[in-house]
Nanobody, 115 residues
Framework: QVQLVESGGGLVQPGGSLRLSCAASGFTFSSYAMSWVRQAPGKGLEWVSDINSGGGGTYYGDSVKGRFTGSRDNARNTVYLQMNSLKPEDTAVYYC????????WGQGTQVTVSS
């Protein structure tokens, strides 16, 4: 069955960096684009980033553009999100999900940006 497992979250000070990972299994990973979506406390879901199936195309929400970088390793069935210059407003649970139907989601990893 399809599984998506995020890791790499934690507590970081403003201006710091984290790298999230999402390990996929149960489907042909290299055939699918992948997304990162986040949910801040008390708020709705916010799309963060997409990466196409080959990894050559990445797309970002305005709030993270220039600070976050998506990548993937199709040999390892893993997608990454490098987050730099983190701000308190980046505090959220970060999920990876499989577009276009978003029928599969990971359990999420908590990112807290605070001094």
């Amino acid at each position: 069955q399809v599984q998506l497992v995020e890791s790499g979250g934690g507590l970081v000070q403003p201006g710091g960096s984290l790298r999230l990972s999402c390990a996929a299994s149960g489907f042909t990973f290299s055939s699918y684009a992948m997304s990162w979506v986040r949910q801040a406390p008390g708020k709705g879901l916010e799309w963060v980033s997409d990466i196409n199936s080959g990894g050559g195309g990445t797309y970002y929400g305005d709030s993270v553009k220039g600070r976050f970088t998506g990548s993937r390793d199709n040999a390892r069935n893993t997608v990454y999100l490098q987050m730099n210059s983190l701000k308190p407003e980046d505090t959220a649970v970060y999920y990876c999900a499989r577009p276009p139907t978003y029928d599969y989601w990971g359990q999420g990893t908590q990112v807290t940006v605070s001094s």
